[in-house]
C-alpha cells in the first residue's frame, strides 16, 4: 500500500512557474514507477509524465514536452514536477499516481492514487 500526498499548487501568471511535490508513505517507494496526470474542468484525466523507478527513465506528453521535467528522490520518498513556462491551458487539478511498472503511461496501470492539487494559470 502506498499513500501519495500532492502539494505545491496554486495561482501563477502565465509564463510562470511552480514545483508540485508529491510524498509517499507505504513500502517499497523505489519500486514504484511515478507519474503525473491532470484534470481540467470537463474534461478526462491526462497522462502528462512519468519517471522509471529508479529515475532513468522519463516520458513526457507532448504538450509539456520542453517545459515540464520529472525528478523523483528515492531516499525522500518524493517526485517532483518543475512547471515552466505555464501556460493558461495548463489550469487542472494534478495528480500524482504510483505503478507496479517500470514506467506507464497508462492511467489503467496506476494502482495509487493521490487527493490532487489544483494548478491555475491566469493569463
Known amino acids: 500500500q502506498v499513500q501519495l500526498v500532492e502539494s505545491g499548487g496554486g495561482l501563477v501568471q502565465a509564463g510562470g512557474s511552480l514545483r508540485l511535490s508529491c510524498a509517499a508513505s507505504?513500502?517499497?517507494?523505489?519500486?514504484?514507477?511515478m507519474g503525473w496526470f491532470r484534470q481540467a474542468p470537463g474534461k478526462e484525466r491526462e497522462f502528462v509524465t512519468t519517471i522509471s523507478w529508479n529515475g532513468g527513465s522519463t516520458y513526457y506528453t507532448d504538450s509539456v514536452k520542453g517545459r515540464f521535467t520529472i525528478s523523483r528522490d528515492n531516499a525522500k520518498n518524493t517526485v517532483y514536477l518543475q512547471m515552466n513556462s505555464l501556460k493558461p491551458e495548463d489550469t487542472a487539478v494534478y495528480y500524482c499516481a504510483a505503478s507496479t511498472r517500470f514506467i506507464a503511461s497508462m492511467r489503467d496501470n496506476y494502482d495509487y492514487w493521490g487527493q490532487g492539487t489544483q494548478v491555475t494559470v491566469s493569463s
Open positions: 507505504g513500502r517499497a517507494f523505489s519500486r514504484y514507477a
